[in-house]
């Protein structure tokens, strides 16, 4: 074979074998032409199991654990930055009078923590952390600098507690400890961006447990508090508390101190029930609340001896719902409950974080006091509805039918829809059979509160497509959903200004 002919077969075998690998390559990152699979990490790790026993931690340097722990927790630990609108000084007065405020209104930055309970990105944090956040205003910091928009996926404001997510895999996640299992004296380490400063460790020791310190402002508040002398400032809220295996215990939650700052008092929700909301919240969408039926009290020296206790403990129940759990378990007043499923409990929080935890349906086993002798009570929790008329979130139980409403004439037939929004029938003013609807609740941070729906708007059409009863309002909304994955709402509001505004499906 002549020199030349060898160079052009040999010229011709390298450009055929090229041509087979790019068609190769296209062909495996094409994604119309590969199949992909969907695949769901979702998963909390937890563990009872410490990695040092008590007898190891005392011959082992306390310097050595703390290093370990802060090198395997501190990437699960999050910087969130949070944009709020800025509408009043701290004088309350009004901002933004002139024109250019109007045009772009005022804004602030607000920093917290958060902790990766997931690899696909679930974040636990506070909820004073991520509350008022406009659209698109959460962002999230991994420790390893990557950047990242976050999405609200639920809050809970009786625990101060709150799910936000973001798009990525493969994450590191933090491993729950069970924080039944803790006690006073105990060494922990803080894990959050006080005052900005990124991935800062703090030790300490826990201090007490089962605080009430009455600072979150919710009427269904629940406040057992583990109490750490770990130093926690601003910026910490939402971050890591972690016990000498490096597992989650607690989520820092406030600090209390005269000065704004750190003085010897940090507090942190117990890991048990901040596992529980956030579960709730990622499988349900809301936080599913068992409910005793009970109104409770603390025992103090002289009830104790009153009632013919040995020492003081125990939650007297002062008052029991009719018809409620308690009520059909045979609980009564004036009973002690001294056991929730086998652990003591000595004041009323406990006995509320301990009944927190579960969920309705479930079965608590109480130890009671009563008469003078002990016994053994099973109760099946039933589920806490609020009351309508309070102040609801986004992520409230929608009613499952439609249903009449209660205490009104002019209102016929309601509807909750799952994009975050109630339709009431009202009656035209006109004394016909026939009536209008009108949006009566738009739930916060809801896909509707996003896009700008609000209440007392009157829906004319969807997709253009005239609409007069709730039936046909359902049907259509669905339809639209399933084929186009987002529906157009055809609006009016008091002003009888005419608008349209584009639902899509989560």
Known sequence: MKKRDFYLTALLLLLIGVSLGTIFALYAINPE??????????????????IFSDEDLVNYDARFIFKKIAEEVTPTVVYIETIIPLEESDEGQTLGEGLWDRIVPRRARTVGSGVLITQDGYILTNFHVVEGAVRNGLKVVLNDKREFPAKLIGIDPSTDLAVIKINAENLPAVVVGNSDGLDVGEWVLAIGNPFRLRSTVTAGIVSALSRDVQIIDDRMRIESFIQTDAAINKGNSGGALVNTSGQLIGINTAIASQSGSYQGYGFAVPSNLALKVATDIIQFGEVRRALLGVSIAAVDYERALNIGLSEVKGVEIIGVTSGGAADISGIRTGDVVLQVNGQDVNESNELQEKVAVLRPGDIVSLKVWRNGRESLKNVQLAIYEAPRTEE???????????????????????????????????????????????????YKYSEAWNRGLRESQKIISIDEEKVEDIQTLKDLISQKLSTNGSVILEVLNKEKAKGYIELQRN
């Open 33 to 50: 032409l590969t199949p992909l699979s969907e695949v769901n990490i979702t998963e909390v790790k937890k563990s009872d199991s410490p």
């Open 392 to 442: 609801l979130t986004f992520n409230e139980t929608p009613l499952e039918m439609d249903e009449i409403p209660d205490g009104g004439t002019s209102a016929v037939i309601y509807h909750e829809f799952d994009l975050g929004f109630r339709v009431t029938g009202e009656y035209k003013e006109d004394g016909s059979e026939e009536y209008d609807l009108v949006i009566s609740h738009v």
